[in-house]
Nanobody
Framework: QVQLVESGGGSVQPGGSLRLTCAGT????????LGWFRQVPGKEREGVAA???????NYADSVKGRFTISLDNAKNTLYLQMNSLKPEDTAMYFC??????????????????WGRGTPVTVSS
């Protein structure tokens, strides 16, 4: 059973940085697609970034150049380094994972496994 637990959220001023962590279990030695998503109450969930086990990553246009997704395969841990944070980055952030069954891993992948989220607030 795949389980995901996010941590690292918090409150930060505009221009600041946070590093989110997603600790995963239940998928050692499997090729995975993993991603970060965010959601604001009353709005649709937004894909932020995705990465596969080979390190190929892709990003939403809104975070390109500011956020970096990375993966430690040995630790089954996913990261999201968020720099130059803006108030519009305020949201609940979720990690997602699934077994990769094709060549493409992006935020449109039909993820089956989700964490419970960690909140990020960017405010002065």
């Amino acid at each position: 059973q795949v389980q995901l637990v996010e941590s690292g959220g918090g409150s930060v001023q505009p221009g600041g940085s946070l590093r989110l962590t997603c600790a995963g279990t239940g998928y050692t030695d499997h090729a995975m697609c993993l991603g970060w998503f965010r959601q604001v109450p009353g709005k649709e969930r937004e894909g932020v970034a995705a990465i596969d086990a080979d390190g190929y990553a892709n990003y939403a246009d809104s975070v390109k150049g500011r956020f970096t997704i990375s993966l430690d395969n040995a630790k089954n841990t996913l990261y999201l380094q968020m720099n130059s944070l803006k108030p519009e980055d305020t949201a609940m952030y979720f990690c997602a994972a699934d077994f990769l069954q094709g060549p493409l891993c992006d935020t449109d992948y039909p993820f089956d496994y989700w964490g419970r989220g960690t909140p990020v607030t960017v405010s002065s």
